[in-house]
Every structure is written in structure tokens, then in C-alpha cells.
């Protein structure tokens, strides 16, 4: 699965992806290194998609919630009925990934900033990284910041948003 390289578009030399739609390499590896210094007992990952992030987590080691909003790619470790989270998955995870389709990424932004455990750490990708206002981009960054929890932005091709729900 991680064989196949090719640069992000747009992107500074050296920001791997497989494909325009994936996330960059880099990401998924953080976001794997990541569980393996928070150990968190509960993981949940929504925009599962093809397991590109998933594949660099230990879902053995964990209670392992994913989720995939479009049906065109919901599959295993996708749970293949329910396109996404319940506040009780929210409530119960330590550390929450949202990647899913951008139409339904801002209520989960929104149902982890209202509902998420406390210490809770939560990933965002796709949250901007000098994009123009008008762009997704930019304004899943903006939803980010206006949690009313802490976070900082990475700077990798599309951005991310790294925040702990205080």
C-alpha cells in the first residue's frame, strides 16, 4: 500500500502522495506516530476511505471507531452501515482523525468541539495552509480556530489543524 509515490500537487519538492486525493505521506505517518505516543485507549477516524491513514495505525491496540461518509467508498475498517460518528463515538475517543467528504467535515468539527472527551486530541486535515479565504481550505481552518479549544496549524501541503478539547 505505500509503494506507489508521487509528489502532492502544488506542493513544495518532496511532499509525497499517492494520488490528488490522498492525504500527503507525511501526515499519515504523523498521524500514526501520533497514537503511538498518546496510546489512547479509543481512536476515531472518519473519511477512512481507502485506509491511507488508517494503514499507519495500530487498530489492534485500541478501540478502533472508523468511518466513511461516502458510500462509493465505505468499506471495511469502515463500519458499513453507519456513514459517521454519534456523539457517544465522540464522547468516548481520545484521539479523533477527520479527513471525510468536506460536506460533512464542519459537523464534525463542530459534534468534537461541543461533544469530544476532555484531553481528547483531535487531527484535522485539509485545514489550510496559506489558502485564500475563499477556499475549503481556509475555511475548515476557520471552523478549527473558532472551537474555543486550543490547537496549532502544520504546515504540510493542505494543511492541518492539531487541537486538545479543554
Known sequence: MHDEQQFTQHAQQGWLSWDEWSPEQ???????MLQRMLQPATVL????GVGRITGFLDTTSCTYFGFESNPEWRRPPADPTNPGPGYSHMAAADLVILDSDIEVRFDEIRMWAEHGKPGSVVLVHDAGNGHDAWTVHAQIGFACAQTGHPGLF?????????GVHA
Open 45 to 48: 477516524e472518519t473519511g477512512v
Open 154 to 162: 502544520l504546515r504540510n501541503p493542505r494543511g492541518g489543524w492539531l
Open 26 to 32: 507525511d501526515f499519515c505517518r504523523f498521524v500514526g
